[in-house]
C-alpha cells in the first residue's frame, strides 16, 4: 500500500515563506508528475503547481515567480518553495502523483498566512 505524507504547513506573517514537502512510499511506483494543489474554505480544490518526471513544471498564474516545484533525483519527493506569502494563499495543500497505475492523494497540510 502507497501513500504521500505531507509535510512543512504553518502560520506564517504575509511576506513571509514556507517549504512544503511531500514523499511517496510504499507502493507507488511509475510517477510520471507530482503536483500540489491547495483548497480554501468554501472553494474548489486548484492546481497550485505541477512537475513532469523529466523536469517540465508549470504554475498557476496566481503564485507564478513566488513559488517553486521540485523534484528529487529518486523521483520521490516533490518540495514547494514558497516565498513571498499573501494572505490568499491561505488554504490547505495537497500533494498529488500522476503514475503509470493511476493517481494518489497526500491528506494535506494546512497553510495560514495572516496580514
Known amino acids: 500500500q502507497g501513500q504521500l505524507v505531507e509535510s512543512g504547513g504553518g502560520l506564517v506573517q504575509a511576506g513571509g515563506s514556507l517549504r512544503l514537502s511531500c514523499v511517496a512510499s510504499?507502493?507507488?511506483?511509475?510517477?510520471?508528475?507530482m503536483a500540489w494543489y491547495r483548497q480554501a474554505p468554501g472553494k474548489q480544490r486548484e492546481l497550485v503547481a505541477r512537475i513532469t518526471f523529466y523536469g517540465i513544471t508549470n504554475y498557476a498564474d496566481s503564485v507564478k515567480g513566488r513559488f517553486t516545484i521540485s523534484m528529487n533525483n529518486a523521483k520521490n519527493t516533490v518540495d514547494l518553495q514558497m516565498n513571498s506569502l499573501e494572505p490568499e494563499d491561505t488554504a490547505v495543500y495537497y500533494c498529488?502523483?500522476?503514475?503509470?497505475?493511476?493517481?494518489?492523494w497526500g491528506q494535506g497540510t494546512r497553510v495560514t498566512v495572516s496580514s
Open positions: 510504499g507502493n507507488i511506483f511509475r510517477i510520471d508528475a
Open positions: 498529488n502523483t500522476e503514475t503509470t497505475f493511476g493517481g494518489y
